[in-house]
């Protein structure tokens, strides 16, 4: 069974950057695609980026294309997630998950990382 551990949250001001690491331990991940996620407060969770760990290929959503870059370290069994240009709209929690290729839904969610963006 997958297992995940974010890190790297924080509160910064606008305009600055930050990146979010997801720990991934417990199976074998070749078939997986791993996806960084987020939820506002009154907002629906949504998903920002994902990646599939064997090929390395990514998406990105367009609300935050440009600014927002997720990359693998298949050596440490990390994703990562950089973010720039911050803005106050991008305060969330943000979750780290996988999935089955193929697969609609994500499972193994982590606990999460608080991102606040000061104006």
């Known amino acids: 069974q997958v297992q995940v551990q974010e890190s790297g949250g924080g509160t910064v001001q606008a305009g600055g950057s930050l990146r979010l690491t997801c720990a991934v331990s417990g199976s074998t991940l070749i078939n997986y695609v791993m996806g960084w996620h987020r939820q506002a407060p009154g907002k629906e969770r949504e998903t920002v980026a994902a990646i599939t760990w064997s090929e390395g290929r990514t998406y990105v959503a367009d609300s935050v294309r440009g600014r927002f870059t997720i990359s693998r370290d298949y050596a440490k069994n990390m994703v990562y997630l950089q973010i720039n240009s911050l803005k106050p709209d991008d305060t969330a929690i943000y979750y780290c998950?996988?999935?089955?290729?193929?697969?609609?839904?994500?499972?193994?969610w982590g606990q999460g990382t608080q991102v606040t963006v000061s104006s």
């Open positions: 998950a996988v999935k089955m290729r193929g697969s609609a839904n994500y499972h193994s």
